[in-house]
């Protein structure tokens, strides 16, 4: 029960910062307190359970109380292996959006209510074991997004080319009031879609309770192409596969540092939490039978999202392109149905996570301290901000599967899951390629950015400006965890154990 005390400290948090909102150091500093005590909570529980050492561990179920009775809708919550390690990312996600945050004066009270009431989402959304509960968290995750793009967010002036220029500008793109309705639109229709999907399901199995529904899997809603495109493109729509991807380089671009770090952090993750939760398990027939489609929109996630970062002159631009391309990979390894590849889909998904965050974060701070986040003005930071360009250049080689990091282990594991897919040698060596592409592509769009931003020499370069303590302390968190998964990869297995199993295809 204890473990549910996750839920209840961001409210908590709200509550706390709601009722001292004239002391500003409480307001900046309670968030992050009660983020780090809700994290040594969940590490407790790791170290209780003995979940690096014990492999009998599978879930833990509770049903804290019956919200409607007549259809079976329960608070009910589950807690596995695979739910533990979403929930470490999320934490270690919101701790980096609120550090990002310290140094903002304008309406601070607010953006830090709305980064706690994303939390509570996320971790009510991870650990649900009901249909309806599911939907529930997943709306409390993903409200807030319009109103922090629209009151934080940036307003770009993007060049826009072609015969469509006139049209687009009129309607204002680039503008954060532009991004935030693209974004609302976008996922008010994968809301529609999830939940008439959901619905369906419980309605003809006669319960919400997902553990129910696995005991009725020969029932015909759950082989039903309605519904299960009805999921596809909701939950895709949320985790930007394509063709569903257009609102996120939009939204991160004009989102403020701390959105940027949630959406590709955790809220791009929710769709990939649909997969994993929903879909995988409750209609495998299904995604047997669509799993080429699935894993060619993945593949031109991974070519597309890559060569699209590389024409990018704006780091936050080409920063969203690549989170993009690495969301492809997490689906090309789920859908191998074998250990490795969804053990290496389930790594990169922590892996990237805290890539895209550290990212994220120092495209942030790069655009405060010198006011820009092109490509072309940027020069000298190695010599104005060396510690800055330190952490970016350890980002960049984490993000292309550098050994030792995070990113190297998921990818290695992804394509040797690929290798030991069960398909004919022919396709398998189609599909070989397209991991081994977008690598070389994120190579030379990191590398370009660094050989530009830190060691492009400019005489008339600012005087020293660089990272502050708090700043420092967060990157060396996530670089930290990233290293520690490279270094040490049988700690971040153990942790999940036969997790795989779930999600294997049968």
Known sequence: MNILLILLLPIISIIGVSLLRKNSLLVKYLPI?????????????????????????????????????????????????????????AHLTILTAFFSTIKISERLLELNILISLISVGIYGLIISNNLFVFFLFYEIAAIPIFLMISNWGYNLKREISGPFNKILTSFGVGSKKYASYKITIYLFIASILIFFGLAMIAVNIGSFEISIITKNLDNSILTSPIVFLMLIIGF????????????APDGHGSAPTAGSIIFAGVLMKIGLIGFIKIIIPLMPQMVIEYRDLIIILASINVLYGALTAMRQDDLKYMAAYASLSHIGYIFIALMTSNSTGINGGLIQIVSHGLIICLLFFCVGSIHKLKGTRSIKELSSMLDNSPILSYFFIFTAFASIGFPLTSGFIAEFLIINGIHEFSYDSAYRLLLLFVPIIGIFFTTIYMFRAVKNCCFRYNENGKSIIDFSRHEIVICLILVTVILIIGVFPTLIQDLLGNSYERLLLK
């Open 33 to 89: 307190s009660i983020n780090i005590l809700s994290l040594i909570l969940l590490l407790g529980f790791i170290i209780n359970e003995q979940l690096l050492i014990n492999n009998s561990f599978d879930s833990l179920n509770i049903n804290l109380y019956t919200l409607i009775e007549a259809f079976n809708i329960n608070m009910s919550f589950e807690i596995t292996r695979m739910s533990i390690l979403l929930l470490i990312l």
């Open 236 to 247: 895709g729509c949320h985790s930007a596969l394509w063709p569903f991807h257009t609102w």
